[in-house]
């Protein structure tokens, strides 16, 4: 199938086209074949907590969905952003802008940072962790599609559901995390192209560093520590 649908709609083509065009936040998950190998198997999109879509790498309708990730006007939500956008970064060249992060937002408010526990706080028990749909499979391409798609789509619902608490929360006003956010962007473009190191200057960095260790390494010496 060119996608799939998680929710209590009727549900279509032009549907989906329209639901997913005119939404304006969105929840985002990247399945990958497996954590250490990160080709994308699809990307599910949430436009709200019961109405979730996946659509599998090789969709048709993948298109759309970069272009919808490529709209800055659109607030995206992950759940781990940095390994959803370097995904689709690395593959479909989008660095997406407008970002959040519920698990950011999560770990600032000392809530469990794991997807299937942070999920209770949005009333979702029904969320199974990668660890456990894998068990006796060796990566995601070992399921059959419709597991895969059905876990997406309910990830990207529950991530939904936490941003939309946290909103409520106001918790996207704290400093921290509101820099945190915008450096999201910045972070996946530095991972696509490096930086360049000045190394002379590096090396005078090092070297006034050690000197000062050596500084007070003798200094505590002296005094007994």
């Not at 209590?8 to 990958?32: F, G, Q």
């Not at 690395?90 to 999560?106: I, S």
Request: glycine share 6%; hydrophobic share 40%.
């Amino acid at each position: 199938m060119n996608f799939y649908y998680l929710g209590h709609n009727e549900m279509s083509v032009d549907i989906m086209l329209e639901a997913i065009s005119s939404a304006p936040v969105i929840a985002i998950d990247v399945e990958t074949v497996s954590l250490k190998d990160r080709s994308p198997v699809g990307i599910g999109i949430a436009t709200s907590q019961t109405d979730g879509f996946f659509f599998p790498a090789t969709s048709s309708y993948i298109d759309p969905v970069l272009d919808l990730l490529s709209n800055p006007a659109v607030t995206k939500a992950y759940h781990n952003a940095v390994f959803d956008m370097d995904v689709i970064a690395k593959t479909w060249g989008v660095v997406t802008e407008n970002n959040h992060d519920t698990m950011l937002l999560c770990a600032h408010c000392n809530y469990p940072q794991q997807l299937e526990m942070a999920a209770v706080l949005v009333d979702r028990y029904d969320i199974t962790p990668a660890s456990v749909l894998l068990k006796g499979s060796k990566t995601m391409l070992d399921l059959p599609i419709e597991t895969v798609a059905d876990h997406c789509m309910r990830d990207c619902q529950v991530t939904m559901g936490l941003h939309d608490y946290f909103r409520e929360k106001t918790e996207f006003g704290y400093l921290p995390y509101a820099i945190e956010r915008r450096l999201l962007p910045i972070i996946i473009k530095l991972q696509q192209v490096g930086l360049k190191i000045d190394h002379f200057v590096r090396e005078e960095i090092q070297n006034d560093l050690e000197k000062d260790v050596g500084y007070y390494l003798q200094l505590c010496d002296g005094m007994g520590f």
